[in-house]
């Protein structure tokens, strides 16, 4: 029988997969540092993975607690610095990026800097950090969003989706041709985005998860793929990959919590004796 | 005594000597390896009106921004514990109206720096952010957070930031020796422009090393010593964050601080403790091993994993042969003094 997996190892899974061997692949923390060493070790070897810190074709040892965390890496070939990851972004040396969304709107622009208004936030978010700058110069990106929300209109507008839809992007002139978001990925299901329109467009849905679900989070009349399918189950093997590389990821963040303050208390018990 | 050209003080001395109220502060540090204890001795002494840069604005900025140092902050990106139901020393000053914010982006806020060390007004930027509400909705900067301007070259509409020359930085390194020359390795990210961009450079390191080290591995000095004001000497100096080849993330310590930085009276608390509580490094570590024990220590430190050396020797240590002749005249010192005598080539 097939073995059974977490949601968080089929996020993961999915994501990796977008990943192709030869690949330069900018990685934030979380996900995207797990996706790029599962697909570095089991369908990419040539892939080069990336931190926006100037760590350039890592070898991952455990996930890293951060995009400067060398101590996270069995070495790396290239030392640079952060204005040089930058530069080498805009003259379209990066292949992908992977971005993390609070809110997303239509055409997948994204907004990850605050809820509410902007100078006296309901809540304050990170803010763009490298986003807008490899939103706008990797010739492709991997949106995930896990507690985010879909809106009408953004409450900050901090990286560049495909505009208002359609050509726009392109005709602006500021982007690389043919650069943007190719993916959205969430708890529910896979986003893709339509060719003409620009449009996010429902693709696939994780098991469990009806249409219906996914249209009650989306404020406007979600598009629907004609050839919807479930997303595609993940193999033995990714899915050992990723429990003994990131535990701690493939579990999720809540269970991880728990077992993990269990721990420090038994630990804590264990030396009082 | 101290030594001639030594510019070794205490982090109190340093900061007490070199940071003012009113000043433009930056973090030299980008995420990894925070100057945590130069941080702790801003706040110890309760310095005002800082205008603070933090190209990663967590840790540091969280703690600054909490003991009220800061009225303005220009970073890129900030922390935010607990989710939805969280909170942050920023997200509370901006709500209550006492801090003043403005977002770059990672590489515009380094290009701001960037163009400072090198002494130059502006810097281009990547003109994709002309679209992104980071380019329509601005703070204390106002007019002067971006400008564009016409390229003279291609005639292309470019977008270009100030350069940035804060009065002081403050940075944690691995090694430095007496004279200030800092050496850091691993995650380079924006240290060393955030470093020679400022007017003043507080460093502190892990160990104090033999000028001979420095010398023999100059690729990994980011600061020279003629640039430093001040070399502070703290071992665990960025804990709980990390220091490549020292120690790692102290993800227990740090968790319990974001637990509490949820919070006002959390993060005071918290603060109360480990900052105010404590009169310098040494005694913040005391209080952490009484705290949780040594081996929470042990378990981050760093197992040894060396670069390989590179080689700076060369084929000649002198121009004098092993005959003591010269390489290229093929004279000895002797001979040469007599040919110049001859040829009526010397004075005096």
Sequence with gaps: MARKYTLDELLIITAAREIRDGDRVILGVGLPTTAGAMAKALHAPNAILM????????????????????????????????????????????????LGVAQIDRYGNVNTTCIGDYYKPRMRLPGSGGAADFMAYAKATVLTMRGGEFVEKLDYFTSPGYLEGGDARDRSGLFPKGSGPIMLLTTKGVFRFDEVTKELCLAQLHPGVTVDMVKKDVPWDLKVAEDLTQTPRPTDEEIAFVRRFAPTEAVGRKLMYELGITNVFRKAAERGK | MAEAGSKVMTAREAIGRFVHDGDHLVIGNY????????????????KKGLTLYSQSGVFDVEILVGAGCVDRLVTTYVYRAGGKEGGSAVERALKAGTLLMEDYTNYQYNARMVAGMHGFSFMQVLEGAMVTDLFRKRSF??????????????GKQLLTVPAANPDVCIVHVQRADKLGNAQYWGALGSVAAASLASRRIIVSCEEIVDHDVIQSSPHLTIIPAYRV??????????????????????????????????????????????????RDRQAYMDHYMEKHGSHMLDMIRAKAYYSAPANYGSAFCSSWDDEGRERTMGVTPEELEKILEERGLLYG
């Design chain 2, 31 to 46: 995420t990894v390896g925070t100057c945590s204890e130069l941080v702790f001795e801003v706040a110890r002494q309760g």
């Design chain 2, 141 to 154: 900067m106002g007019e002067d957070k971006y400008r564009v301007i016409q390229c003279p070259y291609t």
């Design chain 2, 229 to 278: 004001d001040a070399v502070v000497e703290v071992p665990w100096g960025a804990h709980p964050t990390e220091v490549l080849g020292y120690y790692n993330l102290d993800r227990i310590a740090y968790a319990f601080f974001f637990l509490s930085d949820t919070t006002e009276d959390g993060l005071k608390a918290w603060m109360d403790e480990w900052v105010y509580g404590c």
């Design chain 1, 51 to 98: 931190m926006e810190s100037g760590i350039i074709d890592f070898q991952p040892l455990v996930p890293p607690n951060h995009i400067a965390d060398a101590n996270s890496c069995r070495g790396f070939s290239y030392a640079t610095d952060l204005f040089s990851m930058f530069t080498m972004t805009y003259r379209g040396y990066v292949d992908m990026c992977f």
